[in-house]
């Protein structure tokens, strides 16, 4: 017996999804939560606009429903997303419990809106929606004795036989050793996969780890070909990842090009607040027709003091960047930003193997199908942590008679050449923005795919001489992942939200999940 750790439950992620599963799972159990970075970082840390749930009463479920349904262009599966919206006003609930403190105005939330919803139901902490879950998550998990926090531990893979989980190796940043954590439920919560493209909304963690653990294990894996890419990133050369939230345009803000002309009008009659795939779609066309790098964002036309204290994290950080949002346009790209699939999931967040569940960005449960309604994402994170912690706490927690063998790494050794990863690592990116980006086509799809299957093959020779480092295992996940994209964007003959294909331009009457498994 070598188990390095023993854990009732280990939870891979320490976003939004891992932490409130933690806080729902009961206190009689031992946790771990591991986290490959610091605790707070992932995407979680940095979601601005809000989380949507139905807390205006002239606002109703049935609304709510089909917003989700036809922003996600009737790929979504009904019963899960009635389950989400129903449990919306809960979610909010139970995130006050941890201390969030939603913007309010006399004791009445400070409902806004983004892009596919039909009435106000974003509720928000300012523009720092999540650094508030986040701080206020962490604090509440600090105070339970039974949860043990691992920073800087990056799981390597998932222990599976005959279907079942059994615990995961993971790789100490400090000691640089592979230790076992075995556990009897185990939870990934290790966010998206948008540092596959070259450029991102989201922060160094999402190289999409926990789907590409999930497949070498036998997972099914679903819907991986829409990659939601967010219409506005602040376009400057030393704002890495800035979001600008889809709120300014739910306060107003519009869309203009580098003469001031307006653009919108022409792509859809909802303008701004048109869902995402649209109005990425018709940026990316007006950069492409006119040879811009950017387009522009106006709110100038707005108070400044109310600007300021609305949005004040993207005041100050454009501030520091020399830019005066209440004077100026700010200028905007298109960026991958959100993974609409991932590893296939039922209501209480169980994958098609025993003892593992997926939960957060990582998971598929069909609440996004073909494109994700803004700020459903959040929601998505804090409804199915309880109910994935729910079946855990009513389900016994079997002892594993299974003895792991320990981590072998007596045929590798430490490699000297850094550059290799590296170079791969941005050719990757490099294939997935140019050619299963925004708008695709078949023979885009095709070379990449024979691109990515390459370097995956490199990858692979790579990981059987080499020790194991963080940037090898991420690299590997990354190339995994990015191969299953492009496999699952050839898969489907139809142009569908945000998968749209120029030789494949309509949509089909008839469609399913797309779902993978690997051989
Ligand atoms: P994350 O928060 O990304 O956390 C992933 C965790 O997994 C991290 O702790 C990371 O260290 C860990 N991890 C990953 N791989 C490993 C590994 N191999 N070993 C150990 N640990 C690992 N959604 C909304 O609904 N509303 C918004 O307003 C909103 N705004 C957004 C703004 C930005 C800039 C971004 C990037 C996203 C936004 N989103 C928003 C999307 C939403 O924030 C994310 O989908 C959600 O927070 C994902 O949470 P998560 O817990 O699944 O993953
Ligand atoms: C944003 O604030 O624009 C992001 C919202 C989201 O991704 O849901």
């Known amino acids: 017996m070598s188990n390095d750790y023993q854990f009732d439950v280990l939870i891979i992620g320490s976003g939004a999804a891992g932490l409130m599963s933690a806080i729902q799972l009961s206190d009689n159990l031992s946790i771990a939560v591991i986290a490959k970075d610091k605790i707070l970082e992932g995407s979680s840390y940095y979601a601005q606009g809000g989380i949507s749930a139905v807390l205006d009463p002239e606002d109703n479920f049935e609304s709510h429903i089909t917003d989700t349904m036809n922003t996600g262009f009737h790929l979504g ?5 009635r389950f989400m919206v129903e449990k919306a006003p809960q979610a909010i609930i139970d995130l006050e419990k941890t201390g969030v403190k939603f913007s309010n105005t006399d004791n009445k939330y400070d409902l806004t809106t983004e892009g596919g919803h039909s009435s106000n139901r974003v509720a928000h902490v300012a523009d720092k929606t999540g650094q508030s879950i986040q701080v206020n998550l962490l604090a509440h998990v600090q105070k339970h004795n039974n949860i043990k926090l691992f920073e800087e531990y990056v799981a390597v893979d998932l222990i599976v036989t005959d279907k079942r989980c059994h615990g995961t190796y993971v790789l100490d940043k400090n000691s640089k050793e592979i230790l076992t954590f075995s556990s009897k439920k185990t939870i990934l919560a290790t966010g998206g996969a948008s540092k596959s493209y070259l450029y991102t909304s989201n922060p160094d963690t999402s190289t999409g780890d926990g789907i590409a653990m999930a497949y070498r294990a036998g997972c099914k894996i679903a819907n991986m070909e829409f990659t939601q890419f967010h219409p506005t990133c602040l376009f400057h050369p030393h704002a890495k990842s800035f979001l600008i939230s889809e709120t300014l345009r739910g306060e107003g803000a519009k869309l203009i090009l580098p003469d001031g002309q307006e653009f919108m009008h022409k792509y859809d009659e909802r303008l701004e607040l048109a869902p995402r795939d649209i109005v990425a779609r018709a940026i990316d066309n007006e950069m492409k027709i006119h040879g811009f790098d950017c387009v522009y964002l106006d709110f100038s036309f707005k108070d400044a003091e109310w600007i300021k204290s609305r949005f004040p994290t993207i005041t100050q950080r454009c501030k520091e960047l020399g830019i005066d949002i209440s004077k100026e346009a700010l200028p905007v790209v298109p960026a991958a930003h959100y993974t609409c699939g991932g590893v296939d999931t039922n209501i209480d967040a169980q994958s098609n193997i025993k003892n593992l569940y997926a939960v957060g960005e990582v998971a598929h449960t069909g609440v996004h199908g073909a494109n994700r309604m803004a700020s459903n994402s959040l929601l998505e994170c804090i409804v199915f942590a309880k109910s994935c912690a729910q079946h855990i706490n009513e389900n016994i927690l079997e002892n594993s008679s299974y003895v792991i063998p320990k981590w072998d790494d007596s045929r590798v050794a430490p490699s000297k050449e850094k550059v290799v990863i590296a170079h791969l690592w941005h050719e990757i990116r490099l294939i997935m923005w140019n050619f299963v980006g ?15 299957q390459q370097i995956n093959k490199e990858v692979d020779e790579y990981y059987q001489v080499y020790t194991v480092t963080e940037d090898l295992i991420e690299l ?6 990015s191969k299953i994209i492009v496999e699952s964007a050839l898969s489907r003959k139809e142009s569908r939200g945000l998968h749209f294909n120029q030789d494949f331009p309509n949509q089909l009457n008839e469609t399913e999940n797309t779902v993978l498994t690997k051989a």
Do not use: C, G, H, M
């Open 77 to 81: 599966n009904e019963a899960s997303i």
């Open 476 to 481: 590997r996940n990354l190339a995994q992942t």
């Open 438 to 452: 925004i708008v695709r086509s078949n023979n885009r799809l095709k070379s990449a795919y024979l691109k990515i």
